[in-house]
């Protein structure tokens, strides 16, 4: 795995890459559904598979300002539901990463995604506020979210749709988020750096330049998310869910 240099990256990635690092810290700070942008926009300043790496540091920067703001609204239940299927997942992805045929991957995922978004609207139109119990759907949203989290840093989608279909309230949902991805972002770290090699004291100096443009992004993320209501939160999630996944194919 090439690493990156500083002096290669273009005016055009530093601006590709700035603006995805404040759109990560307003996704972090609560607007959750953001990731498939900044993805994209570091996958396009530094090339995709590099920069699945490149990001983890200040996806880790932005999780413990989540973990510290929204920790009191935390519900572990949800996490110890979620995070064992996700955990298989992320090896499921180490493994198969550098191999996977990437165009099925990703149409088998949006697809996933839609048909997973239309049963929670389903859910959302009925009178009964049932929600998921068995075992499979935790078992298979979360090794999805795992799988799409190591290859690409891509779980938002998956772990968007089992918090809704939870019906979390918007603190709770945030909170529950940020120690998720706390633990499995921290877990993923390792194999970045002696399996796939995407992580270099290169990269970690461009990160070190990138860090004011997140930590405006927290900033402004937490303001934003103290204006919008319970039931604009939930639509929000579910537009930017769907807008991520087809932006996924362009990817």
Known sequence: MSTLVFEEVSVLGWIFAGTAAFLMGISKAGLKGLSIFNVTLMALAFGAKQSTGFIIPLLLVGDVFAVVYYNRHTKWKYILKLLPWMVLGILIGVVIGKDLPEQQFKIGMVALILISLAIIVYWDRRTSKTVPTHWTFAGGTGIMAGISTMVGNLAGAFTNLFFLAMRLPKNEF??????????????????????????????????????PAILIGLFVGVRLVKLISEKQYRRFIIIVTVIGAVAILFR
């Open 174 to 211: 945030v909170g529950t988020a940020a120690w998720l991805f706390l633990i499995t972002n921290l877990f993923k770290l390792p194999f970045h750096l002696f399996v796939w090699k995407t992580i270099s004291t290169e990269s970690l100096s461009i990160n070190l330049r990138l860090l």
